[in-house]
Nanobody
Framework: QVQVVESGGGLVQAGGSLRLPCAASIRTFKMGWYRQAPGKQRELVADITSGGRTNSVDSVKGRFTISRDNAKNTVYLQMNSLKPEETAVYYC?????????WGQGTPIPVSS
C-alpha cells in the first residue's frame, strides 16, 4: 500500500512563507498539493509530473512553486506571500495508472 507523509504545516502570518514537503513510499507519475477551505470544495493548488511538467491554479502563480525530488519520491510546495483567504487544509496527492493516494491533510491557518 502506498504511503504518503506530509509535513511542514503551521500557523503563518499574512505575507509570510511556508514550505510543504510530502514524501511517498513509491515513485508516481504525478504528485501534487490540493487545499480545502472551510465550506468550500477541495481544489488543486499545483501538481508536477515525474518529468517536471507543472500545473497550478491561476491564483497562486508567481507566489507558489512546486518541485520534486524523484530520488526521494518527495514533492515540495513553496508558498510565498500567503493570504488569509488561503487558510485551508492542504492535502498531498500522488497518483499514477494504479494509485491515487491522499495524505492526511495539513491545516494551514493564515492570520491577518
Amino acid at each position: 500500500q502506498v504511503q504518503v507523509v506530509e509535513s511542514g504545516g503551521g500557523l503563518v502570518q499574512a505575507g509570510g512563507s511556508l514550505r510543504l514537503p510530502c514524501a511517498a513510499s513509491i515513485r508516481t507519475f504525478k504528485m501534487g498539493w490540493y487545499r480545502q477551505a472551510p465550506g468550500k470544495q477541495r481544489e488543486l493548488v499545483a501538481d508536477i509530473t515525474s518529468g517536471g511538467r507543472t500545473n497550478s491554479v491561476d491564483s497562486v502563480k508567481g507566489r507558489f512553486t512546486i518541485s520534486r525530488d524523484n530520488a526521494k519520491n518527495t514533492v515540495y510546495l513553496q508558498m510565498n506571500s500567503l493570504k488569509p483567504e488561503e487558510t485551508a487544509v492542504y492535502y498531498c496527492n500522488v497518483r499514477d495508472a494504479y494509485n491515487n493516494v491522499w495524505g492526511q491533510g495539513t491545516p494551514i491557518p493564515v492570520s491577518s
